[in-house]
Each structure stands twice: as C-alpha cells, then as structure tokens.
C-alpha cells in the first residue's frame, strides 16, 4: 500500500506542476484576461453566449461547472454592462435566455483577436515538427480525460413522450428560435409511427440530446430528420453524430432511402455537421417559412 500511495501521490505532484506551468504561461494568473476589462471567467461566459446564442443560465452553469450564485451575478455585472441580455423563457418563466448585445459582439472579438495573438507567439518559436508534436499531445490530454464519459453515452427511441423530451425540445425551440413547434399529441403521434421515431441521448444518466424522424408523406421512401439538439454542457462526445446513427439505421431498417432536413443560414455549425455525413442539397420540400436551406442524404443501398 505505502508504495502505492508514494506513485498517486507523485502523479498528483506532477500533475500539479503542469498545471503551475500552463497557467503561467498563458497568463491565466492575471487579474484581467488578455490584459483586456474581463475576467478569466467572466471571458468565458461571453465567449460561450456568443457561440450559442439564447443559451440558458442553466445550461451555461453545466457547461462551465460553476456553481448557481457565481454565474448569476457574474451574469448580472455583464447585463448591467450592456454586454449580456437576459430574456425571460416563454417555455419556463424560470430560465433566462442569454444573447450578446452589439457591444457584447465586439467584446468577444476582442478576446478572439487577443486570444489568437497570445497563441501564435507561443506557437512562434517553435518549428513545423514541435507544433505537431504540441497538437498531437493536447489532442492525446483532451481524448484520455473525456474517454470515461465518452463510454456512458446511451441512445434511446422513445415508445412514449416524456419529461426528458419536453425539455430538450423546449430547449431546442428556444436554441433555434423556431416559430412553428410540435404539440406533445404531435409528437407522441411520431412515436407511435412505425416509420417514425424520436430518440432521446443519455449521457451518465443524464438526457442531454434528442432527434426525430418522420415519414414523409410527401416524398416515396423518405423521412424528414427534425429537432436535432445537443446540450452546450454534453457536446464534444459525438452525440450529434450518434443520434443520426441512429436515426439512419432506423430508417434503413423500415426501407427508406432517404433522408430529408430544412435548415437556416445561421446554424452554421449544424449545416457543416450535416454536409460532413453525406448531405447534399435539394429542393424545397416543405412549407416551412423559417428555413432556407434544404439538404438531403441517399441512405439506400448503392449500386
């Protein structure tokens, strides 16, 4: 015991001396990040609201790991500011959706520009092999610290609507701002489809993402992919990616061929996600006066 006591006790001593190291080097003692008017944490919280705009308190607490009563009045001093705007939610009075104003824009541009300046004269000195090297090993760091909670993702098709999916979905139509929103007889009547489905992402536990398929009538052997949502605090395990495996295999297994979806020019990160597995563009295939652009994806058997 005492020798393995002695070996966690020198990998925690190591561990803690990278950590004195790279917050140095990065400046991350300063009382003002990147020398600018903000906080460390404070940075943060503009950065995330401007990457997902009307984002929940909630759910920016998760994504940070910070407690209720830090972020609020972190939240209060940015609003009073006039970088932040906090907007209650028509779906829960209780949360606030959270958007940057225009000064809030520029803030965030700022610490973008700052920030890559920082990066790029640490990244100045070394040479082509030294910054592969740095990469792979910050992508090596990021791969075995987030493996555990990679393993407990769990995909689930509902047989009934519960609370899980009225929160996700509440929060997706609040994310995307969507002005024509599903009835729970709506969507309970998608579950109850064969051909249709609604799946919901566990991640330990937690309901943290969720999809629906639904047949079109519309279009011979085809389904419309709708309401694809990943919480803030839950992206980066591949989540999106496996409720669409998911959704494919299902459509797959009840013969169709393909897959439909509508977006908006704003979701950017979405659209690329979408282009990324196979999606191509078509025509207009629905009435929907949000969207403005239409893609859709061969799921059939190639010839």
Known sequence: MAASNTKEEEQISAVREFNRFYTARLGLLRKRHLDGDFSLTEARILYEIGAAPRLTASALRE??????????????????????????????????????SPEGDSAVAWLNEQSALQIQGLLAHLNSTGRDALLDSLAKIRSILIEPERLSVRIVRLSQFNDDAIQLLQEYYEAVRVLQRD???????????????????????KAVGCVVLRKLGSVPLAGECKRLYVQPGARGHRIADKLLDAQESFARSKGLRWIYLDSYDDLKVAIALYRKRGYVPCERFNDNPQATIFLRKNIGPRS
């Open 63 to 100: 994504t940070l790991g910070l407690n209720a009563g830090y972020v609020s009045r972190s939240l209060a001093l940015l609003t009073k500011r006039k970088l932040v705007r906090q907007t209650p939610s028509r779906q829960d009075g209780r949360e606030k959706l959270l958007t940057l």
């Open 183 to 205: 009835t729970p007889e709506a969507i309970q009547t998608i579950i109850d489809d064969p051909g249709s489905g609604v799946w919901l992402a566990y991640l330990d536990k």
